[in-house]
Nanobody, 114 residues
Framework: QVQLVESGGGLVQPGGSLRLSCAAS????????MSWYRQAPGKERELVAR???????NYADSVKGRFTISRDNAKNTVYLQMNSLKPEDTAAYYC????????WGQGTQVTVSS
C-alpha cells in the first residue's frame, strides 16, 4: 500500500538546523511532484516547498534562502533541509505526493525554541 513516512523532526534552538526526510513506497515516486507543508496550532496548513518530477523547485517566501527541498529518486525519498530556524517555523511538517493521485504522510513535529 502507499506510504509516506516523515522523519527528522525534533526540538532545536533558534538559528539551528534540521533535515526532514520523507520515505515513499507503494507508488512510482519518480513520476510524482513532492511537497512539504506545515501546520502550526490554530493555523491552516501551508505550502513550504515543492519539487517537481524533474527537480524544479519553488518555496514559500517565508522560507526562501533558509530551506532547501531535494529528492533522491533512487531512494524514493524527499528531503527538506532547514537552516537558520526561527520560532515561527514551529509546526507539524507533512510531505505530500501528487500526480494522478494525492498522498499525505502522517507528519513530523518541528519545535524551534530556546
Amino acid at each position: 500500500q502507499v506510504q509516506l513516512v516523515e522523519s527528522g523532526g525534533g526540538l532545536v534552538q533558534p538559528g539551528g538546523s534540521l533535515r526532514l526526510s520523507c520515505a515513499a513506497s507503494g507508488f512510482t515516486f519518480s513520476n510524482y511532484a513532492m511537497s512539504w507543508y506545515r501546520q502550526a496550532p490554530g493555523k491552516e496548513r501551508e505550502l513550504v516547498a515543492r519539487i517537481n518530477n524533474v527537480g524544479g523547485t519553488n518555496y514559500a517566501d517565508s522560507v526562501k534562502g533558509r530551506f532547501t527541498i531535494s529528492r533522491d529518486n533512487a531512494k524514493n525519498t524527499v528531503y527538506l533541509q532547514m537552516n537558520s530556524l526561527k520560532p515561527e517555523d514551529t509546526a507539524a511538517y507533512y510531505c505530500k505526493a501528487f500526480w494522478l493521485r494525492v498522498y499525505w504522510g502522517q507528519g513530523t513535529q518541528v519545535t524551534v525554541s530556546s
